[in-house]
């Protein structure tokens, strides 16, 4: 398992945060160092993830569709069938026995896709503890099924409208947050990005699904895989793929990022090739972070929410520039039609982030020998995505359908209005300290 150096992989990483918050993170480094020499913690992890997530989930070979791609046999990791839909629980039930050992009794969260928000929203309720969500209102618009199930779980859901509206400025508003709470509450960070420990911690949680598939694997073919995909957002479901094998030099790993509509700036999240990121500190950490020529962050555009960040778990980076790791990308259309090709060939309706893993997966197993096995980790299943997929297969019947339904909504409105549907709120409404800020 990858070991940070005082925090840092090689270049990336470290902690750059104000003085404020020094004290949470360090309580939470010294907590995390403890509890991972300690074998009953994580076996507490995996028995919640059990009991609760339907872990361990299974590796499905794929037979159709692999005489289709033609080349290496392929695999789907199922992280898609935990609780929740994606490999986000993982991360925010170990989090969230954390947050117990420390004594705290509020979480917050930011969220892109909305998937790291319902999945602590879920955590919350299981825990009983007080969550607010921070997202971007742009993210709300595009992943509102996820908003209304985090509402109907009983966390706050806050809308971020600064900047690009989305997932930067959300994790902007959770700092912001934290350094006013962070002697009561715990920062649920979604992904392996963040000043350390995040990244590390992030990463030891879902690598729970690394491990997984080594032994499954190993049972089904009697040896490790030739080669294992992964989408990268901010590298958290890769990272739990990879890291039992980064020492298995023989196991290419595979990380794909998302290529948008081009190569203009905005139209991408290709962080990892060489002219796209450059090094840069923001948001508490040091990592390759798309900018402009002033040195801002960049904006991003993905067709898969959960992509669209403009910056990289320092882990990722620094395996990419040591040659560990390989960066590929998929675009927009390249997307869809592996998504096609999933539905119609197994039966299986991925996430769109995950069929980045999928498309860049393809095109690298048809390069391959067919007693050669590739494993594709299906970060999470499509259901959340119905609203883009439609828009881009267009049926008449499902814009119909969705007239007929709003007019059943507006007809007939129920005993019980969900609160804030309407009118979103523009500021946090509960207690937190810095309210004035987000009025300014
Ligand atoms: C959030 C999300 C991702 C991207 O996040 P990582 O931290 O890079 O794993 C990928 N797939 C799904 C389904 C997601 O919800």
């Known amino acids: 398992m990858i070991r940070s150096q005082n925090g840092m992989f090689g270049d990336f990483g470290g902690r750059f945060v104000p003085e404020i918050l020094l ?14 020499e300690d074998a009953d913690f994580w076996q507490e992890y995996v028995t919640l993830t059990r009991q609760f997530s339907g872990r361990p989930t299974p590796l499905t070979p794929c037979h159709r569709l692999s005489d289709h791609i033609g080349g290496a046999r392929i695999w789907l990791k199922r992280e898609d069938l935990n609780h929740s839909g994606a490999h986000k629980v993982n991360n925010v039930l170990g989090q969230g026995l954390l947050v117990k050992r420390l004594g705290k009794k509020r979480v917050i969260a930011e969220t892109g896709a909305g998937q790291h928000g319902l999945a602590t929203a879920i955590m919350a309720a299981r825990l009983g503890l007080e969550a607010t969500i921070y997202m971007g209102a742009d993210d ?48 649920v960070l979604g992904t392996a990005c963040g000043p350390a420990p995040f990244p590390e911690l992030v990463t030891y949680f879902q690598s729970v699904i690394g491990i ?44 794909v990022e998302a290529g948008g509509r081009g190569m203009g700036d905005g139209d991408h999240s290709i962080r990892l090739k060489p002219d796209t990121a450059e090094t840069g500190i923001a948001q508490g950490f040091k990592t390759l972070f798309l900018q402009n020529e002033d040195g ?68 690298k197993a048809a390069t391959m ?54 009118q979103e709120p523009s500021v946090q409404k509960s207690d937190t300290a810095h309210k004035e800020n987000r009025h300014a």
């Open 23 to 36: 004290p949470a993170l360090t309580e939470l480094e010294q907590m995390f160092a403890q509890l991972r």
């Open 140 to 187: 709300i618009e595009r992943q509102y099924s996820n908003v209304f199930w985090m509402r109907q779980l009983g966390a706050n859901v806050v809308p971020v409208s600064t900047g690009a509206r989305t997932l930067k400025e959300a994790m902007d508003e959770a700092l912001r947050d934290w350094a006013a709470s962070c002697e009561t509450t715990h920062y």
């Open 212 to 255: 997984e598939l080594q032994d499954q694997i190993q049972e089904a073919i009697g040896r490790l895989p030739d080669a294992i995909v992964a989408c990268v957002g901010g590298g958290s479901n890769a990272m739990g793929a990879f890291s039992p094998f980064l020492d298995h030099h023989d196991v290419t790993l595979v990380g």
């Open 296 to 363: 801002q962050l960049g904006h991003t555009h993905s067709i898969a929410a959960g992509l669209d960040y403009v910056g990289v778990s320092p882990i990722i980076a620094h395996l990419s520039q040591s040659g560990r790791l390989t960066a590929d990308s998929a675009n927009d259309e390249e997307v869809l039609e592996a998504f096609k090709l999933l539905m119609k060939f197994e039966g299986i309706i991925p996430a769109l982030e995950s069929s980045h893993a999928l498309a860049g997966g393809f095109r």
């Open 369 to 422: 020998n067919n007693d050669q096995h590739l494993v594709i980790n299906l970060s999470g299943r499509g259901d959340k995505d119905i609203f883009n997929v439609a828009r881009a297969f267009p049926q008449p019947e499902w814009t119909a359908f969705l007239q007929r339904e709003l007019e059943r909504h507006t007809q007939e409105p129920s005993a019980q209005q969900e609160p804030s549907a309407e």
